[in-house]
Antibody, heavy 120, light 106 residues
Framework: EVQLVESGGVVVQPGGSLRLSCAASGFTFDDYTMHWVRQAPGKGLEWVSLISWDGGSTYYADSVKGRFTISRDNSKNSLYLQMNSLRTEDTALYYC?????????????WGQGTLVTVSS | EIVMTQSPATLSVSPGERATLSCRASQSVSSNLAWYQQKPGQAPRLLIYGASTRATGIPARFSGSGSGTEFTLTISSLQSEDFAVYYCQQYNNWPIFGPGTKVDIK
């Protein structure tokens, strides 16, 4: 059974930093591109970032470019999101999601999310 | 950047009735279009990809159609568990989601 379990979400002040983690199991992690998607409270879904199977390619939404860094450790079946210079508009539930295939792809498995609140 | 729109914002339907949800892209995304269902407090679930291919385990009452810029998700006979928010997503390039359609009980 595929499982994605996010952690690391907390309340942080504007300008602060945070690292989210996603532990994957039930599939061959290093075969797949992985993504972060976020959802502000009561709002829709916003794609944040993706990383290729080997970590060699990373891409970001314009809204987080230069502030967030995605990474992965295939030896630990784990995905990460380093979030710096946080803004109030970054407040959201952050999901990790597994791509169906490499490249541009839908997402066939999602975690339950971890809540990041940016507030003074 | 591609903009995705969905209509209506809210659709009120009686159990057993048919629901038709629309999704439009501001430029062609070919058939690179997915639909997701999200219930309160839950993660999104992939329903349809490739505009018309049902994901694993999705009931046959869900069907998708369209290509280019106009897409439709049809739920042939609404069950109680189908009341939820539905999002379309294009993956012709960077993933972009539509704003969602809430399907609620009439």
């Amino acid at each position: 059974e595929v499982q994605l379990v996010e952690s690391g979400g907390v309340v942080v002040q504007p300008g602060g930093s945070l690292r989210l983690s996603c532990a994957a199991s039930g599939f061959t992690f290093d075969d797949y591109t992985m993504h972060w998607v976020r959802q502000a409270p009561g709002k829709g879904l916003e794609w944040v970032s993706l990383i290729s199977w080997d970590g060699g390619s990373t891409y970001y939404a314009d809204s987080v470019k230069g502030r967030f860094t995605i990474s992965r450790d295939n030896s630990k079946n784990s995905l990460y999101l380093q979030m710096n210079s946080l803004r109030t508009e970054d407040t959201a539930l952050y999901y990790c999601a597994k791509a169906v295939w490499s490249g541009y792809s839908p997402f066939d498995y999602w975690g339950q999310g971890t809540l990041v609140t940016v507030s003074s | 950047e591609i903009v995705m729109t969905q209509s209506p914002a809210t659709l009120s339907v009686s159990p057993g009735e048919r629901a038709t949800l629309s999704c439009r892209a501001s430029q062609s995304v070919s058939s690179n279009l997915a639909w997701y269902q999200q219930k309160p407090g839950q993660a999104p679930r992939l329903l349809i990809y490739g505009a018309s291919t049902r994901a694993t385990g999705i009931p046959a009452r869900f069907s998708g159609s369209g290509s280019g810029t106009e897409f439709t998700l049809t739920i042939s006979s609404l069950q109680s568990e189908d009341f939820a928010v539905y999002y379309c997503q294009q993956y012709n390039n960077w993933p972009i989601f539509g704003p969602g359609t809430k399907v609620d009980i009439k």
